[in-house]
């Protein structure tokens, strides 16, 4: 026991615990919490966060190291920020120290400057001079350099990225008075105007939108959380660009979460023509320099909006006056990989309710656990009923595959409605979720199925890459044209968006046709020129996957397709219902967004199953209705708490041990003399392997733990897991825990 003062020091290991130093920074005054610093850890030195200061230590004085060094005059996160990720480590029961590695960049978990100057490469105005003549003539690198640099200084980091082996370039070039260099603050957007706030103006609000603007904006300044419940095109966009408004006029700033699909230019474009305010934009897409530059926008609160995905809802935002969570029902705000499972969503709502400050969640289809929260009057729902552009909502309708006749999946009534909407002058779109050719080649004459040798999975067939491709694992190979096992010739068999494309292209010659899936996009630029041809009418038909259901306007499109409504109902995931009723009223919201009522075809096997009744009936709040029903039946959230802890390992056997032993250290706190009732109330489901339980050469298992009383299920976690860490199992298995899991296999 030690009477120094010490700080607590959250560091990038897999331990649960703080780690106390002596709190001695080289002069200048107390470490603050939230500050980072360099401590000697084992024969290592590693950079981490102090969390708290403590008047005296656990630990004896001469088993106490001094931090070596204190990397910020202020501290990076501030203490509602820092309690957040507290909060978060408690909750998703994970170790601090990764939890603040995560929401760190990686150029500050290194020790890169938070507020540094930067040194950027400029144009004298005679190096400007002689670039606009034309100089120099003969010295190619050095002309890039200056082309480079005509348009705005750079950093050596951005230089690195631009252009190779420009320091020599630069060194010629100064000597002749044309380069230098001048040290700044970093730039990013504050090169735009800082002074009073500029706003163009939007569209004026209807009246279910001024509604929903004054809600929130009365809400400025204490928390409260908002379902901004409203079809694609009825104008929510609209309402969170009001709602920042207010929160930029009162000088606060706004936190806009996004899904990672949904952060298109279009999206970023519409903010920042809004609002003349340097924005920081943060994604996965970004390079390391580019995120530490935008986190330094943040930080500073030189930028009053963030824009960001998952993983911004960690980023500083000073005077945070507002957070949106963009389609919020969106499964790409839980991080469900790696070491730390969160939902940015639901950590939104935490860090609302402790900033004080609103929380908007907008989807034209809640997640059902949002609808909930409205029903039990945590959240209150905003509706917006109408399409702003004045469109009548489209008619959706379903088309019984078993009785009507079908060629290469689509059936004679879809082809006959596309007929129609292309004599009519519309355009089409049609949706499969299954990228490729053929979901499975086949040897007719042994029935060999062209398998994955890593997966429990067929190869999807790629036919214009002549390819074979496991969509699970990556595995790439050639496409034999004869059997491997008989010799005999292969069949594709099934359909993915390229083989209907072909198809399409056979029932509608001369008809330009697009496709939009990920084999055909692969940088941003590709989703643009398909939405440009389709904005121009040059394109008439789109067929595509989920890609085509997020956010983009396509006003001529009057009937959309959806070729297979089934998979949704052969899931072993309680969700996969709510899945699929999304994807489809996201589909269907394409249909008939300009001034044309739209048309949407369902096509299914099973055109009596209630789910799809109600939706087809009711919309989407019939549909949630008859699902929430179902969970509460079934106990499944948000009728319950759950998590799960899976497991992956070599072989299935492994995978399954190390969770049976899990189960059993479970029943026996559970039946524990003096164990809380709590205990006893747990319910365990599983092991059992994953519904695809071999992935990537590993065999996944998962068990489910569930109970009605999150507070007692978290107690639970608390007991159970240091149990499980010390399992000897626990070595043989990659395993880790998921709250509140989104996917169940
Ligand atoms: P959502 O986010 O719900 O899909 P948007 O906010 O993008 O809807 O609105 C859809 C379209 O309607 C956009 O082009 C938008 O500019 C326009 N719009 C929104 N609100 C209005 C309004 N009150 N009057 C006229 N046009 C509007
Ligand atoms: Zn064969
Ligand atoms: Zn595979």
């Known amino acids: 026991m030690s009477s120094v003062p010490v700080v607590r020091v959250a560091l990038p290991t897999p331990l649960r615990r703080l780690f106390d130093y002596r709190a001695e920074p080289a002069g200048d005054g107390p470490i603050m919490a939230g500050t980072r610093v360099r401590v000697p850890f084992g024969r290592r030195r590693l950079i981490g966060v102090a969390m708290e200061t403590a008047a005296s230590s656990d630990l004896p004085d001469e088993r ?95 230089l690195d990225e631009k252009l190779e082996s420009w320091r020599d370039a630069a060194r010629a070039l100064t000597a002749r008075g044309w380069l230098a260099t001048v040290t700044l603050p970093p730039a ?77 230019p279009q999206l970023v474009d519409r903010f920042r023509r809004r609002f003349a305010t340097p924005m920081a934009v943060l994604h996965s897409a970004l390079t390391d320099h580019e995120r ?85 009057g945590r959240y209150t729902r905003l509706l917006l009923t109408r399409r702003a552009a004045e469109a009548a909502p ?95 010739a292969v069949k594709a068999v099934g359909q993915g968006t390229e083989r209907i494309e072909e198809t399409l292209a056979t029932l509608f010659p001369g008809t330009p046709c697009i496709r939009l899936d990920r084999d055909v996009v692969r940088r941003r630029g590709d989703m643009e020129e398909a939405m440009r041809r389709m904005a121009s009418g040059e394109a008439r038909i789109l067929v595509g996957t989920q890609m085509v259901t997020k956010g983009h306007d396509f006003p001529n499109v009057t009937l959309v397709v959806v070729l297979n409504a089934d998979q949704g109902f052969f899931s072993s995931d309680f969700r996969a219902p709510e899945r699929l009723a999304q994807t489809i009223v996201q589909v269907a919201g394409r249909a008939g967004r300009g001034a044309k009522a739209g048309e949407v075809l369902i096509q299914t096997e099973f055109p009596d199953h209630p789910l799809l009744r109600s939706l087809l009936a009711e919309g989407y709040d019939g549909f949630a209705r008859v699902a929430l029903a179902e969970r509460s039946q079934a106990a499944w959230p948000p009728f319950s708490r ?76 608390d007991a159970w897991l240091p149990a499980l860490e010390s399992l000897p199992s626990a070595r043989r298995v990659r395993w880790a825990l998921d709250v509140d899991p989104i996917e169940i296999f």
């Open 64 to 158: 106490l190291k001094p931090v070596l060094e204190t990397l910020d005059p202020q501290p990076i996160f501030d203490p509602a920020t820092l309690a957040l990720l507290g909060w978060a480590a408690d909750y998703y029961h994970h170790p601090i120290g990764e939890v603040l590695a995560a929401a760190l960049p990686k150029a500050l978990r290194l020790g890169a400057a938070i507020d540094a100057l930067e040194e950027r490469w400029i144009l004298t105005p005679a190096g400007l001079e002689a670039y606009t003549s034309g100089e120099p003539r003969r010295a190619p690198r050095q002309r890039q350099l200056l082309a480079g640099l005509a348009a705005g200084g750079l950093t050596a980091a951005e």
């Open 188 to 264: 990013g957007d504050a090169a735009l105007p800082a002074g009073p706030l500029a706003v163009s103006p939007g569209p004026e609000p209807n009246d279910e939108q001024r509604l929903a603007i004054d809600r929130v904006c009365e809400s400025l300044g204490a928390f409260a959380g908002f379902v901004l419940h409203g079809v694609t095109g009825s104008g929510k966009t609209e309402v969170y660009l009001r709602v920042v408004e207010r929160a930029l006029h009162l000088g606060r700033s706004a936190l806009v979460l996004v899904p990672e699909i949904g952060l298109t």
């Open 394 to 488: 489209p008619r959706l309708s379903l088309i019984d595959l078993r009785s009507s006749a079908v060629r290469a999946g689509i059936s004679t009534p879809a082809v006959q409605a596309i007929e129609r909407h292309l004599a009519a002058g519309g355009q089409v779109l049609v949706f499969l979720n299954r990228r490729g050719y053929a979901p499975t080649l086949l040897c007719t004459a042994c029935g060999w199925l062209a398998p994955c040798r890593d997966c429990d999975a067929r190869l999807t067939v790629h036919l214009a890459a002549a390819r074979l491709r496991c969509h699970h694992c990556g595995a790439d190979s050639a496409l034999p044209e004869r059997c491997p096992q008989c010799g005999f």
């Open 642 to 717: 759950l998590a799960a802890v899976r497991d992956s390992a070599k072989t299935a056997e492994a995978a399954l041990a190390f969770l049976t032993e899990a189960r059993r250290t479970a029943e026996d706190l559970r039946t524990a003399r003096g164990s809380r009732t709590e205990s006893r109330g747990i319910r365990l489901l599983g092991p059992a392997p994953a519904a695809m339980a071999k992935r990537a050469g590993r065999y996944h298992a998962q068990l489910l733990v569930e109970n009605a009383d999150r507070a007692a299920l978290h107690r639970f976690l």
């Open 292 to 376: 530490l530059l935008a986190w330094r926008e943040a930080f500073s609160g030189r930028a009053r909006v963030v824009l960001g995905t998952r993983s911004a809802v960690f980023a500083p935002v000073p005077d945070l006056g507002v957070i949106i969570v963009d389609e919020e029902h969106d499964t790409s705000f839980k991080q469900h990989e790696g070491g730390f499972r969160y939902s940015a969503r639901d950590l939104a709502v935490v860090r609302a309710q402790r900033g004080g400050v609103p929380v908007v969640l907008g989807s034209a289809t809640p997640a059902l656990e949002t609808l909930q929260n409205v029903a039990t």
